[in-house]
T-cell receptor, first 113, second 113 residues
Framework: ETGVTQSPTHLIKTRGQQVTLRCSSQ?????VSWYQQALGQGPQFIFQ???????GRGNFPPRFSGLQFPNYSSELNVNALELDDSALYLC????????????FGPGTRLTVT | ELKVEQNPLFLSMQEGKNYTIYCNYS?????LYWYRQDPGKSLESLFV?????AVKQEGRLMASLDTKARLSTLHITAAVHDLSATYFC?????????????FGTGTRLQVTL
């Protein structure tokens, strides 16, 4: 069974640029959630994708957008990067269901300069 | 808005001692998760608590859930250095079929010799 994978592991971008982060879900999982974890804080829910549709969104502006593909992998896109976007971005996959547990990937460390 | 609070935020304890981390949350939920995070790493699932009165134990860690009090505890017995990490609780308040987690602030545990 393959776990959740994310790419790239590290990324450095300049303010105003755009970035795309990728996530492959664990085998058998059909739901992907994205979280942002700033240094020294707990992860914050960005959004979730199920059946290629956004299935809930946290308190993040529209410049954070996402996609889910038929193979359940997902992308997180951030436009017009700001310094505060520097964080660890975590992807979690799960199988939809009331007791479903989320399994987290290794994360992508984004630094905006 | 759901709020999840952990205390203490930082805990320094000697090897062999016992201690409890508390997780309070502000809205009704019967799904609570505990995660461990090592520096620079992703989240490792420790416990999934899905009903009032649930108690789970793994090694030196034991977690419990009281949904009426909106409180979960993570008890550490006879701490060892390897338990040094940051511990997060996360609450899923959704009534639908897919989890959207709200994390606590984290408790940074340092176990000293």
């Amino acid at each position: 069974e393959t776990g959740v994978t994310q790419s790239p592991t590290h990324l450095i971008k300049t303010r105003g640029q755009q970035v795309t982060l990728r996530c492959s879900s664990q085998s058998g999982h059909n739901t992907v959630s994205w979280y942002q974890q700033a240094l020294g804080q707990g992860p914050q829910f960005i959004f979730q994708y199920y059946r290629e549709e956004e299935n809930g969104r946290g308190n993040f502006p529209p410049r954070f957008s996402g996609l889910q593909f038929p193979n359940y992998s997902s992308e997180l896109n951030v436009n017009a990067l700001e310094l505060d976007d520097s964080a660890l971005y975590l992807c979690a996959s799960s199988f939809t269901g009331r007791t479903s547990e989320q399994y987290f990937g290794p994360g992508t460390r984004l630094t905006v300069t | 808005e759901l709020k999840v609070e952990q205390n203490p935020l930082f805990l320094s304890m000697q090897e062999g001692k016992n201690y409890t981390i508390y997780c309070n949350y502000s809205t009704t939920s019967d799904r609570l998760y505990w995660y461990r995070q090592d520096p620079g790493k992703s989240l490792e699932s420790l416990f999934v608590l899905l009903s009032n009165g649930a108690v789970k134990q793994e090694g030196r860690l034991m977690a419990s859930l009281d949904t009426k009090a909106r409180l979960s505890t993570l008890h550490i017995t006879a701490a060892v250095h390897d338990l040094s990490a940051t511990y997060f609780c996360a609450v899923d308040p959704t009534t639908g079929t897919a989890s959207k987690l709200t994390f606590g602030t984290g408790t940074r545990l340092q176990v000293t010799l």
